[in-house]
């Protein structure tokens, strides 16, 4: 091989670069400390059960702690706000679900964040539908003695996780498409209104399914429909929505891994595929099932568009119901 020697003012374009380069600082490499996903929702529910299951399979893969930071609040914008805020350097991530992303920034007078652009959308984990359920002591049985009971009574209380989650805008829905007067009661999370549920504080709940199977077991609550297309494995004998004459009751929280917007490309594919891997390992297969998640996945692009979809659907839904946090 031979080597040409390059000329003087070539020479002296090659030193320059080289010290420019020099000059800029050097990226470590990622990561070198704990990576932190934010739940916008308290302990116990849902976002927070799989941001955990996610969070143990990362620490294996990427080899530094990822540690769960819970920030409830606002129809999951306090979290949200917080993420879209950081360093995009990947070391503050999201567990993005439907509430933060296509339901609380428009249920807001001032819309804190844009959920498309404010984010870098990284990963789709799953989806599964909600369950309108009623406390043992509430004597609801079905569906149909939620509305009966809504006419008689003149109104009706149902708790959610919080002001804009999923549970709130679908009682909102069912008191729009169906008449019946249900009566929003807010919690910080599911489990909080599961406490309360059980006790009866409140009648009537609505979340996603994922956190309750255990107390439809047990008795202590009593699942009354849930709001896929199809029955859930876990729930085989519950009826859907569907099957109950209520097709635009259909309704599904999907979740997803999210960062701040323009993240480097190279981080976003790692995470990307790590989340691919540890999503489709048999033990966390058999929690997504025992969670009702059905998990698929996905490219970063292909998670992006979806969340475009969604923001498009349930933004004006929110809006046109007419819910305010």
């Known amino acids: 091989m031979t080597f040409t020697h390059p000329t003087r003012r070539g020479a002296l374009r090659w030193i320059a670069a080289a010290a420019a380069a020099a000059s800029l600082p050097a990226r470590a490499a990622w990561p070198d400390k704990p990576v932190k996903i934010v739940v916008t929702f308290a302990a116990g529910g849902s976002s927070d059960i799989l941001a955990r299951v996610l969070a143990e399979q990362l620490t294996r893969k990427l080899g530094q702690p990822v540690v769960v930071d819970n920030k409830p609040g606002a129809g999951g914008t306090i979290g949200g706000a917080q993420v879209a805020a950081?360093?995009?350097?990947?070391?503050?991530?999201?567990?993005?679900?439907?509430?933060?992303i296509a339901l609380g920034p428009f249920a807001l007078e001032k819309q804190p964040y844009d959920p498309v652009t404010a984010f870098t959308h990284i990963a789709y984990l799953g989806s599964a539908p909600l369950v309108l359920m009623a406390s043992k002591e509430s004597g609801i049985k079905s569906f149909a003695d939620l509305e009966?009971?809504?006419?008689?009574d003149g109104r009706l209380d149902f708790g959610s996780g919080g002001p804009g989650s999923v549970g709130h805008v679908h009682g909102e829905l069912i008191r729009k498409i169906t008449g019946a007067n249900l009566v929003h009661v807010p919690y910080r999370g599911g489990a909080p209104m599961t406490t309360d549920l059980i006790a009866n504080v409140v009648p009537v709940g609505i979340d996603v399914i994922t956190a309750y199977v255990p107390f439809f077991k047990s008795g202590q609550l009593v699942p009354l429909a849930v709001t896929g297309t199809a029955r859930s494995p876990l729930m085989p004998d519950v009826p859907t929505v569907v099957e109950l004459?209520?097709?635009?009751?259909?309704f599904e929280n999907f979740f997803g891994l999210s960062g701040p917007a323009k993240m480097p490309a190279d981080l976003v594919g790692r995470l990307n595929a790590a989340c691919n891997e540890a999503m489709a390992l048999p033990e966390v297969q058999k929690k997504l099932v025992e969670l009702g998640i059905v998990g698929k996945p996905g490219t970063a692009a292909q998670f992006e568009g979806f969340v475009k979809e969604q923001v498009g659907v349930l933004g004006p839904a929110v809006k046109g119901a007419g819910i305010k946090l």
């Open 86 to 100: 950081a360093p995009a350097d990947g070391y503050t991530l999201m567990l993005s679900n439907t509430t933060p």
């Open 148 to 152: 009966a009971r809504a006419r008689k």
């Open 245 to 250: 004459g209520q097709p635009k009751l259909v």
